[in-house]
């Protein structure tokens, strides 16, 4: 028979139970919403974690960064291998050599690379490592961070290249032009080899802008771009130095003969009709040489010079070519 405290005891203990369940369900209901917000949070900053046991080489990723990576986790083979794959192949190598040098020096490292995802498009990341050593110095385990930088980066490389291209042509500016003049001046000075720079300025095309508008003058200088890169290898560069004006670098030339033609393959380029809203125009091209060493050993001298040239073929009639320093009668 129970007695009354018998029966008290047991409704106290189911209680307690009760409460106790209670207490699990609150838990975990709260860690699930914690995980919840942790997730989220990670998805609205673009951060994801991993860990690598190197001793069994078991990688594993948070949700976040399967979809940084654009991967699914079912199909993912969760090695270090499996991940070195999705790294843009330019990048693989560069990333490998990061990781295992931090691993001979025992420091944790920051590095930004490129992914290559399953359709082709490009991401940009950037990872920070550090790893658990055993107390002999074995590597035992990676964890780190994975940042999907894209949207900086891409933004980045649009100011830079907003820095060192014109934006109407698409060819490189003032600065780059310098830039590669001054680098292409130490390897022809290291290699012995000679370089020619080339100064060009539009005939007629003042007229064709003031009289049919900026629009058409713009449409007007993209085709000179193009038919410009159309005339020269790939080693060479043409520049838009502003205005109607651009330079060119000739890279390893052999002698004059070689520059003239390709200055005469310019003139004979340009002086084929452009068809601009419709209507088909018509410029010619005055240029001016200089060549290296003959005619200066720094850069800004010789696109001085070859300016200097230029301005001589316009006073004695435009529409040609000639070096610095020869005979006033420009070559035609």
């Given at each position: 028979?129970?007695?009354?405290?018998?029966?008290?005891?047991?409704?106290?203990?189911?209680?307690?139970?009760?409460?106790?369940?209670?207490?699990?369900?609150?838990?975990?209901?709260?860690?699930?919403?914690?995980?919840?917000?942790?997730?989220?949070?990670?998805?609205?900053?673009?951060?994801?974690?991993?860990?690598?046991?190197?001793?069994?080489?078991?990688?594993?990723?948070?949700?976040?960064?399967?979809?940084?990576?654009?991967?699914?986790?079912?199909?993912?083979?969760?090695?270090?291998?499996?991940?070195?794959?999705?790294?843009?192949?330019?990048?693989?190598?560069?990333?490998?050599?990061?990781?295992?040098?931090?691993?001979?020096?025992?420091?944790?490292?920051?590095?930004?690379?490129?992914?290559?995802?399953?359709?082709?498009?490009?991401?940009?990341?950037?990872?920070?490592?550090?790893?658990?050593?055993?107390?002999?110095?074995?590597?035992?385990?990676?964890?780190?961070?994975?940042?999907?930088?894209?949207?900086?980066?891409?933004?980045?490389?649009?100011?830079?290249?907003?820095?060192?291209?014109?934006?109407?042509?698409?060819?490189?500016?003032?600065?780059?032009?310098?830039?590669?003049?001054?680098?292409?001046?130490?390897?022809?000075?290291?290699?012995?080899?000679?370089?020619?720079?080339?100064?060009?300025?539009?005939?007629?095309?003042?007229?064709?802008?003031?009289?049919?508008?900026?629009?058409?003058?713009?449409?007007?200088?993209?085709?000179?771009a193009e038919r410009?890169?159309?005339?020269?290898?790939?080693?060479?560069?043409?520049?838009?130095?502003?205005?109607?004006?651009?330079?060119?670098?000739?890279?390893?030339?052999?002698?004059?003969?070689?520059?003239?033609?390709?200055?005469?393959?310019?003139?004979?380029?340009?002086?084929?009709?452009?068809?601009?809203?419709?209507?088909?125009?018509?410029?010619?091209?005055?240029?001016?040489?200089?060549?290296?060493?003959?005619?200066?050993?720094?850069?800004?001298?010789?696109?001085?010079?070859?300016?200097?040239?230029?301005?001589?073929?316009?006073r004695n009639g435009?529409?040609?070519?000639?070096?610095?320093?020869?005979?006033?009668?420009?070559?035609?």
């Amino acid at each position: 028979m129970l007695h009354k405290s018998d029966l008290n005891r047991s409704s106290s203990d189911n209680r307690d139970m009760e409460h106790k369940v209670d207490l699990i369900a609150s838990l975990i209901e709260s860690l699930e919403e914690s995980r919840t917000r942790h997730n989220e949070s990670q998805r609205i900053a673009k951060l994801g974690h991993w860990s690598l046991d190197i001793v069994n080489n078991n990688l594993q990723w948070s949700d976040e960064v399967f979809l940084i990576f654009s991967t699914d986790p079912e199909s993912f083979p969760a090695t270090y291998e499996g991940f070195l794959d999705l790294i843009h192949p330019e990048d693989r190598d560069m990333v490998n050599h990061t990781y295992t040098e931090s691993l001979k020096t025992r420091r944790p490292y920051a590095i930004d690379h490129r992914l290559l995802l399953p359709d082709g498009s490009i991401k940009w990341v950037s990872e920070r490592c550090e790893t658990e050593f055993s107390e002999d110095g074995s590597p035992l385990r990676s964890i780190g961070t994975v940042n999907d930088i894209t949207e900086r980066k891409n933004a980045e490389l649009k100011m830079q290249r907003m820095a060192h291209y014109d934006q109407l042509t698409d060819l490189p500016n003032r600065f780059m032009f310098f830039d590669r003049l001054e680098q292409g001046l130490i390897r022809a000075s290291r290699n012995m080899q000679n370089i020619a720079v080339l100064f060009l300025d539009l005939d007629g095309f003042k007229q064709i802008n003031d009289s049919r508008g900026h629009q058409a003058g713009d449409l007007l200088l993209k085709q000179v771009a193009e038919r410009l890169h159309s005339c020269l290898r790939e080693m060479d560069t043409v520049a838009r130095i502003g205005g109607d004006e651009f330079a060119i670098i000739l890279a390893d030339i052999t002698n004059q003969t070689g520059v003239s033609s390709v200055a005469e393959k310019i003139i004979r380029a340009l002086a084929r009709s452009f068809s601009v809203q419709g209507t088909d125009l018509n410029i010619g091209v005055s240029i001016g040489i200089s060549t290296f060493p003959e005619h200066g050993n720094r850069g800004d001298m010789l696109l001085s010079r070859a300016d200097a040239a230029m301005y001589q073929v316009k006073r004695n009639g435009k529409n040609g070519y000639m070096f610095h320093a020869q005979s006033d009668e420009p070559t035609e």
